[in-house]
């Protein structure tokens, strides 16, 4: 276990663990079902055959054992982690925290609870490439055997849950819950960009060397070097490309000001930068 492996592992417990709280706490009280594992427990659960909790960790288990048999290693052992990470965690709240009723009579605030905190989680789990199994293990079988359009598959699924809902418990609880999968589908994107946002400058200048010397050695981050020529004056130019952090960033904006204030600066939003000392393939 290098430290890289435990840094992993704790982004995996912790986004996990959110994921129970928002689940246990906001979205099994209140019967809202956004689609997947949770959201088919929830209704499965109304026919009192067992509770919420414990259907979750039946299906997951079976489909972990389906994920094992037929997709072997490349299953991934971090998805086998979270999975019954999720299932355990919500079974033992059951038992240390019954639920008979939801938190608060405030079904909206709620409703924003259940929705952000599994997608958070959830989020962080994508973002360091694992998941929480559930409907990811049946995508992962489609995708490997069939040639169906695996999220749009998976979409239609969640939406006859969730619409489920309307028939089995009622029309507010069914109407929550559909407005709460169409806002965790724009959540779960937005979360991810935010982690991953970094800033791409782009800066025009008369000198580069003193700019990349601060970039290289202050900042520990690369640069490219282009020559360039003004359209206006015909002077010889050079651009600096380089992206980092958005606290580097603000490190680079001051020391250009004060160094070369003469400089131009173009400075983008991005989410997407791989590469060495970013995200790999």
């Known amino acids: 276990m290098n430290i890289k492996n435990i840094k992993q592992f704790c982004y995996l417990t912790i986004s996990t663990l959110i994921m129970v709280i928002g689940i246990y706490f906001f979205k099994f009280p209140n019967n809202f079902s956004f689609g997947g594992v949770t959201g088919i427990a929830i209704v499965v659960a109304k026919t009192k055959v067992a509770s919420a909790s414990d259907i979750v960790l039946i299906i997951n288990i ?30 033992f709240l059951e038992r240390a925290c019954p639920m008979n009723a939801p938190l608060t009579d405030e079904p909206v605030l709620e409703l924003m609870f259940a929705v952000a905190l599994p997608a958070i989680g959830s989020a962080i789990l994508f973002n360091i490439g694992a998941s929480s199994g559930g409907t990811d293990i049946v995508a992962m079988l489609l995708k490997k055997y069939t040639n169906i359009n695996i999220g749009k598959s998976l979409f239609i699924t969640d939406f006859l849950i969730t619409v489920s809902t309307i028939f089995v418990f009622n029309i507010k609880t069914g109407l929550f819950s559909l407005a709460g999968l169409m806002i965790k589908s724009l959540l779960i994107d937005s979360v991810i960009e935010s982690i991953n946002l970094c800033k791409y400058f782009n800066v025009v200048c008369d000198d580069p060397h003193v700019i990349c010397e601060f970039i290289v050695s202050d900042l ?39 160094n070369q204030p003469s400089a131009f600066i173009l400075i983008s939003n991005t989410s997407e930068i791989i590469g060495k000392g970013f995200r790999g393939f």
């Not at 489909?63 to 919500?90: C, E, M, N, P, R």
């Not at 206006?232 to 380089?242: D, R």
């Open 220 to 258: 520990n981050r690369s640069a490219s070097i282009l020559k360039a020529e003004g359209a206006y004056s015909h002077s010889n130019k050079y651009i600096i490309l380089t992206a980092m952090n958005r606290h580097q960033a603000l490190k680079l904006r001051q020391f250009i000001r004060e």
């Open 62 to 91: 079976i489909l972990l054992l389906i994920g094992f048999l037929f997709l072997g290693k490349g299953f991934g052992v971090k998805t086998a982690y979270t999975s019954l990470l999720l299932s355990f965690g919500l079974s």
